[in-house]
Structures are given as C-alpha cells and as structure tokens.
C-alpha cells in the first residue's frame, strides 16, 4: 500500500503563488506515476499535472506554462508549484499515485482558493 498526503493549500490573490507538496510512504517501490488532480464545485475531478519514474511531464492546457510538478526521490515528495494564480484555479487538489498491478492511491486533498 501507498501512503498520500498532502500540504501546502490555502487562500491567495490572483497572480499569486503556492507550491503543494505530497509526501509518499509505504511501497514507494510499486509507484509508476504520480500526479496532481483538481476538482471545482460542480465539476468533474480532472488531471492537470503527472510525472512519471523517468521525469517525464505532462500537463493540462489549463496550466500549462504556469504550474510546474517535480519530485524529490530522496523525500518521496512531489511537488506543485502553481504560479499566476486565477479564480478558477479554485478547487480541491488531490495527489495521485498510479502504481504497477494495484489500484491508484489518492491523498486526502487540500483546498487551494483564488480570489479575484
């Protein structure tokens, strides 16, 4: 089993800045992926952020150019850095971690709230 959690939420301006973090433990071994997810009120959880064992990155349009995921492999932590922050960056932010031959392990989620 893997162990998510999360820290690094909270309330900011338009423009602002805030880097989530997501600390791993357990079986840190059967980990292929990890990425971020978000989901707004009223709206489906979507993947805006993934990084896989390689380093290899993707991202959601929506925040691409300004967000930036990174890991530590000697902290089993990934990061979020979220930069030029927007009102409907406004959601929950929940770590994921894709593992081989076992379901997908979430954190509990942080709330990141933007205010125009």
């Known amino acids: 089993q893997v162990q998510l959690v999360e820290s690094g939420g909270g309330l900011v301006q338009a423009g602002g800045s805030l880097r989530l973090s997501c600390a791993a433990s357990g079986s840190i071994f059967s980990i292929n992926v990890m990425g971020w997810h978000r989901q707004a009120p009223g709206k489906q959880r979507e993947l805006i952020a993934r990084i896989t064992r390689s380093g290899s990155t993707n991202y959601a349009d929506s925040v691409k150019g300004r967000f930036t995921i990174s890991r530590d492999s000697g902290k089993n932590t990934v990061y979020l850095q979220m930069n030029n922050l927007k009102p409907e960056d406004t959601a929950v932010y929940y770590c994921?971690?894709?593992?081989?031959?076992?379901?997908?392990?979430w954190g509990q989620g942080t709330q990141v709230t933007v205010s125009s």
């Open positions: 994921n971690a894709e593992l081989f031959l076992a379901p997908n392990a």
